[in-house]
């Protein structure tokens, strides 16, 4: 796709519309949920997924058609944390194999690729300040917030 990605209705409507353009009244509208964590995510990887969908879901951004999207991100944190495991064992540079100039470890390609991904995916999930500024959310209703069940499965 090409130009800069489209702002969604919400935000267009809180905006008051300033280009005047017709809203897309059929924007998708998922529901918010945790999605599964998928089954081949490795160990760091479902760390990973534990840790960010609690905040990503308390920040009201996380959606049920989110687990793709957010499974690459996590594979990505797990790659990134093993390359720089690595790169901590062997260091950032190594010997040609002829042993007579030094060379980049391939980790450092591997850590840095992985990172690079990472951050793709946290602007999109408004993770970093300043795509955090431009992310909006709708709060959940609570149908009475005297009833106590309600602080562990909200409306």
């Known amino acids: 796709m090409r130009g800069r990605k489209p702002i969604p209705t ?8 300033p ?5 897309n009244d059929n924007e998708p509208q998922p529901a918010r949920a945790i999605p599964l964590c998928p089954e081949f995510l490795d160990e760091a ?30 594979q990505a944190y797990s790659r990134w944390q093993y390359a720089e495991r690595q790169l901590q064992k062997y260091g950032p540079v190594v010997l040609s194999p002829d ?7 391939p980790y450092l390609a591997i850590a840095n ?5 990472m951050h793709k995916f946290c602007v999109e999930y408004g993770m970093t300040p300043s795509s ?19 602080r562990f499965f909200p409306t």
């Open 19 to 23: 280009g005047k353009r017709p809203l």
């Open 113 to 117: 690729k992985a990172l690079e991904q």
């Open 45 to 74: 990887a479902r760390g990973e997924w534990q840790r960010v969908t609690v905040l990503l879901d308390r920040s009201g951004i996380l959606s049920e058609i989110d687990g793709t999207l957010l499974a690459g991100y996590c």
């Open 99 to 105: 042993k007579k100039f030094p060379l980049p470890s």
């Open 10 to 17: 919400a935000i267009k409507r809180a905006r008051g519309n």
């Open 132 to 150: 955090r500024s431009r992310v909006t959310t709708v709060p959940r209703r609570v149908s009475n917030p005297e009833d106590p069940k309600n």
